[in-house]
């Protein structure tokens, strides 16, 4: 319900409770507002968008009713979800074009996954930025802070909070070059 703030107090003051509940109701002051010759709109919508959430029942079912919107959305956006029922998404999850998303992989809040990543089954990602074409998991934790370069590797039963992983360029060269070059 939208109501102008201008109005909102005055006739909220005016809702009683005289009914079998003894209960206010909001919408009420849809009648209190036509008592004073106001206008009122009525916006059709889809059901789920305005489900009543009184339990916790109730929040399960209307969670579950988001995800399975939000997981064919992903799959729409370009995105393979190997057991879609299984992937959780955040609200603000962001999720590029070919990426493959294994069973039983939870996304917390603030993961940006770039194009072109496989995140393997039973990951669990919260707060982390995965770049074009890296590898996660299986069973690999990014915690927030972490940070996975373009076309790197994270293995099983890894756990990265505030660290930047990113590839190491290949040299040609015989293994003392390489330890000479500080990369190491």
Not at 16 to 27: F, K, R, S, T
Not at 127 to 142: D, E, F, H
């Amino acid at each position: 319900m939208a109501v102008r703030a201008a109005d909102l107090w005055r006739l909220l003051a005016k809702v009683g409770n005289a009914n079998a509940a003894g209960e206010y109701y909001l919408p009420d002051i849809v009648m209190l507002a036509a008592e004073e010759k106001r206008a009122s709109a009525v916006i059709e919508t889809d059901p789920d968008e305005v489900a009543g959430v009184n339990s916790r029942a109730e929040l399960a079912e209307v969670e579950g009713l988001w995800q399975r919107r939000r997981r064919a959305q992903a799959m729409a956006d370009g995105a393979s979800l190997a057991a879609p029922e299984t992937v959780w998404f955040a609200w603000d999850t962001k999720i590029g074009r070919d990426v493959t998303i294994g069973p039983n992989v939870v996304f917390g809040p603030g993961v940006a996954i770039a194009d072109d990543v496989t995140i393997h089954a039973f990951c669990h990602l919260e707060g982390a930025v995965v770049a074009r074409g890296a590898i996660v998991g299986p069973y690999a934790r990014l915690r927030p802070g972490a940070e996975i370069g373009a076309s790197a590797h994270v293995g099983n039963f890894v756990e990265i909070k505030k660290a930047v992983i990113d590839t190491i360029p290949t040299f040609n060269c015989d293994h003392r070059t390489f330890l000479a070059s500080g990369i190491v």
